[in-house]
């Protein structure tokens, strides 16, 4: 069974508070559709590697995250390619950062 959706804008505020409240600063780095916009997530180190996390669903429709840009963290050039390439694709993204040391996320979800 799939679980519900939430609008995208409600989403991206609650993960912006767990960061927040978790010592782990965010911010938009671009608005997408506040309704049904799919979200990309970019987590950055202390040394300067970035991670993009890209949203999909699991066989059961549950919400997981993907590691886009590989296991290992890449430089700004190649995550910002990536972040052109998916708005190409899909001009209703979010772009969402975190300060990351760890190279995970502030909130919950399953990492594929």
Do not use: C
Request: glycine residues 12%.
């Amino acid at each position: 069974m799939m679980e519900p959706r939430v609008k995208a804008q409600l989403w991206v505020q609650m993960a912006l508070r767990l960061g927040d409240r978790d010592g782990r600063p965010g911010m938009v780095l671009r608005r997408g559709d506040a309704d049904a916009g799919g979200v990309l997530v970019v987590l950055r180190d202390r040394d300067g590697g970035v991670s993009v996390l890209s949203q999909t669903r699991g066989e059961g429709g549950e919400l997981a995250w993907l590691r886009s840009t590989g296991v290992e963290p890449v430089d700004q050039a190649k995550a910002d390619a990536y972040v052109a390439r998916q708005l190409k694709f899909d001009p209703d993204l979010w772009v969402i950062e975190f300060e990351a040391p760890d190279m995970l996320p502030p909130f919950e979800g399953k990492i594929v």
